[in-house]
């Protein structure tokens, strides 16, 4: 009786999903050129793809927007590439910590 309640246990906790521990990261990107951004792009600093936030809707110069990175990864820290109509692009070097900070702002 009590292998048949253990199996049964077994059963139920594998058939149970997991909570996933990939962590979705919201920011509020500010355009502050006189350029319109086309396309922003993140890429974890420690690998993985990389993911284009705005999904072919621009920011015009002196507009924000609220973008979601939901790459399906934990990461905090990430590189962002930001492109401008006319295909001019800003590379950041630098690393963002999205966890940390809530806003990113794109200046001339």
Partial sequence: ???????????????????????TLSFT???KTSN???QV??????GGKSVELLRKKGLYGGKSRQLTIDD?????VYRIRV???G???YDLRDKVDFCE?????IAE
Wanted: one cysteine or more.
């Fill in 41 to 46: 792009h993140v890429s974890p600093v420690d």
């Fill in 101 to 105: 900070t809530g806003s990113y702002t």
């Fill in 29 to 31: 990107l500010e355009n």
């Fill in 83 to 85: 492109v401008f109509e």
């Fill in 72 to 76: 399906g990864t934990d990461a905090c």
């Fill in 87 to 89: 295909d001019s692009y």
């Fill in 36 to 38: 319109m951004v086309v």
């Fill in 1 to 23: 009786m009590r292998a048949a309640v253990s199996v049964l246990a077994t059963a139920f906790l594998l058939s149970v999903p997991l909570a996933a521990s990939a962590e």
